[in-house]
């Protein structure tokens, strides 16, 4: 298994940005598809992007497609979420999550602890 820590929440004004990272410890980071997932209260955890082994593909929530850029470096064992115009419904808990062959939510390996993204209206 992979060691995952995220980085980079914090508070931003509606229309701004922020990017995430994940950095995962391990030798086979590359045999692991990574995510971003979120938790706002009182709601279910969500997919929010993904990215396969080796970056060439990336996958996105309708809620978040055209706004959020996911992408990894393998050399550097890292995963970064870059979050533009975001808005106060991206309010959440974020999640970077690892998983050698499922990114769906029930499933997925490997969890980082969670940074917490507040977006003011």
């Known amino acids: 298994q992979v060691q995952l820590v995220e980085s980079g929440g914090g508070l931003v004004q509606a229309g701004g940005s922020l990017r995430l990272s994940c950095a995962a410890s391990?030798?086979?980071?590359?045999?692991?598809?990574m995510g971003w997932f979120r938790q706002a209260p009182g709601k279910e955890r969500e997919f929010v992007a993904g990215?396969?082994?080796?970056?060439?593909?990336?996958y996105y929530a309708d809620t978040v497609k055209g706004r959020f850029t996911i992408s990894r470096d393998n050399a550097k064992n890292t995963v970064l979420l870059q979050m533009n115009s975001l808005k106060p419904e991206d309010t959440a808990v974020y999640y970077c999550?690892?998983?050698?062959?499922?990114?769906?939510?029930?499933?997925?390996?490997?969890w980082g602890q969670g940074t917490q993204v507040t977006v003011s209206s």
């Open positions: 999550a690892a998983d050698p062959t499922t990114l769906r939510v029930g499933e997925v390996d490997c």
């Open positions: 391990g030798r086979t980071f590359s045999s692991y598809l």
């Open positions: 990215v396969s082994w080796s970056g060439g593909s990336t």
